[in-house]
């Protein structure tokens, strides 16, 4: 089985392990459905452009249609191989990357040839300030790429930074997009690409079902293994658990709490996928809005709020699965502790008392989910023992993800709690540069700023001591903890079940590279 996920063992320990088959399922379509294959998506796409997508699901969509320079390589340790896109990419020294395309690779819609051009322009595009791209951090450290010839070009680095590889160069943001049709575009598109050049193309989109890839006919690389590719969307894990019970889809993610009864008894012809993830999960507050201005209300509800309760109702009881901050588990910065370990209820209510708040009423927003709904069910009745009066709202993936960005209207102003899950690349960096002052009104919706964050953020970047590395992100955690915005939920391992029929290729943590799934 080809894995793309194993990290350096200094770093992250994989636990990945297949669990055979074991009991029946009546009624389970054990197999893919021809040539195609059904892979669950917890939500729809939103934006394909690689300069101002969400992230995400939609990564696992450029991985198929988009060219890059390299891609995660399985092994000992996480690796990165040249992509099938270049004759040879190679880091010459700290500051330069240099990359030789390979020649007659096509563009869809006739604009031509991928070549350096279209390199530079992707890559700069995210980079440069001017293009407000939420992404420019994932490519801080760029200072140009130069064109050397029709194919081949050097990246320029303006200092050191050892994980651009995996966090850059290999994840989405190294995606690289046509120039021209992009241009003829005007500068940016949503939901359809431009031109692709991998191995699938767009074939079908039904927003909030389903959206289906083909073969790319221009594509002249190894042929994928199917035909199409169908990702399926569904928000709640539970469900998604249902529809690969029924035969509905072959890969999806389960949830903590039903992980033990799929250990004890896999449905027929199925296999159990575990490996560590770089989700983590919040409870944010909006430090703007009258209700939660005063910083002793939301330590009140830091002090209140009962995480173990949580993970036992809604994590299956994985302990392991509690999150201390933002950085995952076995990278440099994670948290062991936090300030509030455990509820303290008389220094919640004294906090309030103090603030001269009683009868407080707020709203939490959710992504409507299993997971979310129990966990916003436990955070309802932790607030309610101090006098708080929490109303739960559920959304759905768009109406949800547009709440506090400043960019999609006035709602950020009435945000008050809400439940968040990130993803990101392995590095710590890539979980702390939603939070730094320029993101406030973007992805930093808890709407706070401080100048030692947004500076120890800078220097982690180039640090390459992994002790003093690990100390910034730590102290970087513990600004964020103290602005009282922030309930530490859950950072949870990944857990996949599939069909035997097929064999998976995972970028880490968790997303499916369709081009390389095969047929077992």
């Not at 050397?148 to 200092?159: E, F, H």
């Not at 249902?242 to 009864?261: H, Q, W, Y």
Request: glycine letters at 6%; one cysteine or more; charged letters at 25%.
């Amino acid at each position: 089985m080809s894995k793309r996920t194993q990290l350096t063992r200094r770093n992250f320990i994989w636990v990945g392990t297949a669990f055979a088959a074991a009991t029946q399922f009546p009624n389970l379509a054990w197999s893919v459905e021809g040539d195609i294959l059904k892979i669950r998506s917890y939500r729809d796409i939103q934006v394909l452009d690689p300069a101002f997508m969400l992230g995400s699901v939609e990564i696992e969509v450029q991985y198929a249609c988009l060219a890059s320079l390299a891609v995660d390589h399985p092994g000992e340790t996480l690796s990165w191989k040249p992509s099938a896109f270049v004759q040879k990419v190679e880091q010459t020294d700290d500051l330069h990357i240099t990359f030789e395309l390979k020649p007659g690779i096509q563009w869809s819609g006739g604009f031509g040839e991928l070549t350096a051009e279209d390199v530079k322009f992707s890559f700069e595009r995210i980079a440069d300030p001017k293009n407000k791209s939420p992404w420019k951090d994932k490519w801080a450290t760029l200072q140009d790429v130069q064109i050397t010839g029709p194919y081949s070009g050097v990246i320029v680095l303006k200092q050191a930074f050892a994980p651009i590889w995996f966090t850059a160069i290999c994840d989405g943001v190294g995606s690289i997009v046509c120039k021209k049709a992009v241009e003829a575009k005007g500068g940016k598109f949503t939901s359809e690409f431009p031109a692709v050049c991998g191995p699938y193309q767009i074939k079908h989109w039904s927003p909030k079902q389903r959206l289906e890839l083909e073969r790319n006919p221009l594509w002249k690389g190894d042929k994928p293994d199917f035909a199409e590719v169908h990702m399926i969307f569904i928000e709640d894990v539970k469900s998604a658990e249902d529809a690969f019970e029924a035969g509905d889809v072959d890969f999806t993610a389960v949830s903590l709490d039903s992980l033990p009864r799929y250990k004890q008894h896999l449905p027929d012809h199925s296999k159990l996928y575990e490996g560590p993830g770089t989700a983590w999960t919040w409870m944010g507050m909006n430090t703007e809005h009258p209700r939660l201005k005063d910083i002793r209300v939301r330590q009140a509800i830091q002090n209140a709020v009962d995480c173990d309760s949580i993970i036992n109702a809604a994590y299956g009881g994985v302990q392991a699965a509690r999150a201390r901050g933002i950085v995952t588990r076995g990278l440099p910065g994670y948290r062991t502790h936090t300030a509030f370990e455990k509820p303290n209820l008389g220094k919640a209510k004294a906090l309030l008392r103090e603030a001269g708040v009683s009868n407080l009423s707020l709203d939490l927003d959710i992504l409507n989910s299993t997971v979310n709904l129990t966990t916003a069910q436990i955070i309802q009745a932790n607030l309610a023992a101090i006098g708080i009066k929490i109303q739960i709202i559920p959304l759905d993936s768009g109406p949800f993800f547009n709440l506090g960005q400043e960019s999609q209207g006035q709602a950020w102003k009435g945000s008050q709690l809400w439940i968040m899950k990130f993803f990101d690349a392995p590095d710590p960096s890539q979980m702390t540069q939603w939070y730094v002052s320029s993101q406030v009104g973007v992805w930093n919706w808890e709407r706070w700023k401080s100048v030692e964050f947004d500076d120890l953020n800078k220097k982690a970047l180039v640090e390459q001591d992994p002790s003093k590395r690990a100390a910034m992100y730590i102290r970087m955690q513990d600004i964020m903890e103290d602005t009282g915005a922030y309930v530490w939920v859950a950072q949870e391992p990944v857990e996949i079940i599939y069909r035997d029929s097929i064999v998976i290729d995972i970028v880490p943590p968790d997303h499916p590279y369709v081009a390389g799934f095969r047929t077992a």
